[in-house]
């Protein structure tokens, strides 16, 4: 498993520890905890946890903003009606689209990485309603680097961009 994968499935389940237990009693330093078990059996070789620890704190942080949008992004799924794995999963790439750094991860793979961990940790149909959120996500914001790669190609080609508004 690729060394991002795996911390961004191990972000999932620390999310899905602490989304179980949250109540006042559980702030997000037991998260913080959960990662470092979560390692300590799975991938106790792992050095590096900043990748995880990062989205579970940023998804802590920013939950209000992200539950809203996974809210309006799935009318007909009641936040607390939604599977648990489904939802951080949710949390975990509507994290990385809203927040991430897009030169690490493009909106397309955050997409793509939150599909494979439904794949591996949800339902029947857990890949297909991620993708579907997500996407409306990514559309709601104005699909960023839609066309990055279209214009990279065109520049290794050696093509320029014709400007259309001279003339």
Not at 7 to 30: C, G, K, N, V, Y
Not at 64 to 77: N, R, T, V, Y
Not at 151 to 156: F, L, N, T, V
């Amino acid at each position: 498993m690729a060394n991002r994968h795996l911390q961004r499935s191990i972000a999932m389940q620390a999310l899905f520890e602490w989304d179980f237990h949250r109540s006042e009693d559980a702030p997000a330093t037991r998260a913080i905890d959960v990662i470092d078990h979560t390692y300590d059996e799975f991938a106790p070789d792992t050095k590096d946890r900043s990748f995880s620890q990062n989205i579970v704190e940023g998804v802590i942080e920013h939950v209000e903003e992200i539950d809203a949008l996974i809210s309006k992004c799935a009318p007909e799924w009641p936040l607390d009606q939604i599977a648990a794995v489904d939802r951080n999963t949710l949390r975990v790439g509507a994290y990385e689209l809203l927040y991430g750094n897009y030169d690490e991860t493009p909106p397309k793979v955050a997409i793509n990485e939150a599909i494979e961990i439904a794949k591996a940790y949800g339902g029947d149909s857990s890949p297909r309603f991620i993708n579907g959120v997500l996407g409306t996500i990514y559309r709601e914001m104005g699909e960023p680097m839609k066309n990055d790669n279209a214009q990279k190609a065109k520049e290794r080609r050696g093509e320029k961009e014709v400007d259309q508004s001279a003339g």
